[in-house]
């Protein structure tokens, strides 16, 4: 049986955790594309050996070579800098830009028809770019980073409620960032609310560690970035775009009601974004957060090279 294709460009930690994920997981065969030739082969190598142990035929290979994401269903951009203590997200958009400029000019010539997930930071702003520079249907754009926040959510809760993870829920939308908006009465333990399992200091408390949820790696790591929930957060958006799943991911999508790229709860599918799910937010300072980062977002994309 043909297994589709995902190619993922960038074949540092999340571009290797995000190989590992899908590979182990059978959902498709997988092309590792990296400017640095033989570790990017070697990593293709040591990934491909590490599925006799898993028992599953997807292949894996790491390449330099731009034609090799030919006939992909998904390109995953993880292509990029990563930040250093100190460093903003935001504080990448100049370096990161060029790199995604080149990127995109050899996706646009290899995988035209390709499924886009953009991963590098700042995330909101280099989605907004990748559409720029590939200038294909919107809809085949969706960034990741709102599935990863959501993950660090629900780690946050589980460490207060000792629920399984698989009853736990979360929302979180807006900007890839430190002024992301976790929505607890959007995130449920079993289809019960935050609110109800605990004291809004508690919520608060959570709100802010899963704000704070990838400077406190990369302060402990000293140098990059998180790359294993990444790496798995990528795989969850593949899987439900090439099951054509309708799931639930928040994803940062361009919607029409605002005109910005950013992070919503998004039905995905085989044709990329299948429906935006608009939330009412009755929370006020939840509403004003997230208009805000329509604002910032706007703002930002000015500095898009
Ligand atoms: P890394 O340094 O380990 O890997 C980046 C790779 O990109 C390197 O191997 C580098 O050689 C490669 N690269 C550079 N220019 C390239 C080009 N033109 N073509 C192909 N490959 C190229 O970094 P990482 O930890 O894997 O992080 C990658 C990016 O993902 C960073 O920008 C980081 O901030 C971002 N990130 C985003 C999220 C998210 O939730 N969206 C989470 C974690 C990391």
Redesign the pocket.
Known sequence: MDMPKVSI?????????AAQAIATRGLADVVL????GD??KGKGVDLAQSMAAVGVDTSVVGT?DFSQIKGSEIVVI??????QPDMT?ED?IDV?CK?LK??CE?VKQYAPDAIII????P?DL?TAAAARYLDVDKKKIL???G???CLRFAQKIKKRIKVSYKDIQTTVVGM?GKDMVPLPEYSTIKGITLPDMLSPQEIEDVVEETKNG?AEIVDLLKS????Y??GE?IRIMVEAILTDSHKIVCSCVFSEDDGVFLGRPVMLGKEGVHKIVTLKLNDDDDKKSFTSAIATVKELAKEII
């Open positions: 460009i960038g074949a540092g930690m999340v571009g290797g955790a594309v990296d400017v640095l570790q990017t330099d993880t292509a990029g800098k990563p930040r997200r990448l990161n790199i080149s990127v050899q953009p991963v590098s930071n995330l280099i960034g990741m980073g599935q990863l926040d890839h990838g990059g970035s998180a790359y929930a990444p957060s």
